[in-house]
């Protein structure tokens, strides 16, 4: 298990930007494949990044591509996800995730949420129009 807690959200102009932080816990962080995923009010958890353990591979909604860019600092046992150009329909409770890959599953990162077993408590971020 690890513990997961998220930082960095914030009230923020439409085009502007906001940098996500997730700390974890644990001295295998470097094994978890991390997500983020955001829910909007009355809305499903959707996914918008993932990151591999192994490789750098890197993931992202069609929604967020070439706007938010995911990285992680496995020194630091921490993931990132830099929101660039953002519009009113990224407002939403961010949450960061992780699961462990083991195997040749390392390469990779899971895309839905039931695919994750550890979670953060979420952070808010709200876009003004």
């Known amino acids: 298990q690890v513990q997961l807690v998220e930082s960095g959200g914030g009230l923020v102009q439409a085009g502007g930007s906001l940098r996500l932080s997730c700390a974890a816990s644990g001295r295998t962080f470097s094994r978890y494949a991390m997500g983020w995923f955001r829910q909007a009010p009355g809305s499903e958890r959707d996914f918008v990044a993932a990151?591999?353990?192994?490789?750098?591979?890197?993931y992202y909604a069609d929604s967020v591509k070439g706007r938010f860019s995911i990285s992680r600092d496995n020194a630091k046992n921490t993931v990132y996800l830099q929101m660039n150009s953002l519009k009113p329909e990224d407002t939403a409770v961010y949450y960061c995730a992780a699961v462990l890959r083991p195997g040749d599953r390392r390469y990779s990162a899971p895309i839905r949420a039931n695919e994750y077993d550890n979670w953060g408590q979420g952070t808010q971020v709200t876009v003004s129009s």
């Open positions: 990151i591999s353990w192994i490789g750098g591979n890197t």
